[in-house]
């Protein structure tokens, strides 16, 4: 993919994004207050911070219709309507992320995860600007920052399956995911 780099090789731009993410989360932690609501501009300036500098289009909406193993997300045309519509409902019932406990905390991560990743809203990245997006809530529930660790390898499918049970507002699949992820994420005792 085109960037400003000129990154041409994929390992090479993998330790590009991934290094860019993490300073992007560092600032993000240090500045994402508690009772801060999230809302579709964040999110597009959470894009921006992590990869302006490799992308000229971070931060702005897709112009293109993309898929993912046979799964078609959202078509670019109607993502302006859908992100309007996942920030009056998810965002604006679940953040900020400040919530009874651990259950009433994964169905939160769980919604907002799974529908943001149906929009699938970027060109790249919406997997792991989910996953921070999902940190930075666990953190405003008084969570531990998440390891995300258990959906590598064998437990993709599962993940990739628990975000298509969204489709029919299912979101217990996910849920699931988030319980475990938040569990061991959690100090040990």
């Known amino acids: 993919m085109r960037n400003k780099k000129g990154i041409t090789d994929s390992v ?3 330790e590009a994004e991934t290094n860019a993410l993490w300073r992007a989360q560092r600032k993000l932690i240090g500045e994402v ?3 801060q609501p999230f809302t579709v501009e964040d999110i597009c300036m959470m894009h921006r911070l ?3 500098s490799i992308y000229p289009w971070a931060g ?3 112009g293109v219709n993309i898929s993912k193993g046979g799964f078609d997300f959202a078509q670019a045309r109607f993502i302006p309507a859908l992100m309007d519509e996942f ?3 998810q965002l604006r019932e679940y953040t900020p992320c400040c919530l009874g406990g651990r ?3 994964a169905h939160a991560l769980a919604e907002v995860h799974v529908e943001l990743m149906l929009i ?3 060109r790249e990245g919406n997997g792991r600007l989910g996953r921070l997006l999902a940190t930075l809530m666990a953190l405003q529930a008084g969570l531990p920052v998440l390891d995300f660790s258990l959906l590598d390898g064998d437990r993709r499918e599962e993940y990739f399956a628990a975000v298509q049970a969204g489709l029919d507002r299912n979101y217990l699949p996910m849920k699931r995911l988030f319980a475990e992820i938040i569990e061991r994420s959690l100090p040990a005792s």
């Open 33 to 35: 207050t508690n009772d």
């Open 12 to 14: 090479e731009m993998g």
């Open 120 to 122: 699938h809203p970027f």
């Open 87 to 89: 920030e009056r409902k």
């Open 103 to 105: 259950d009433e905390a």
């Open 60 to 62: 702005q909406f897709r």
């Open 50 to 52: 992590w990869l302006k």
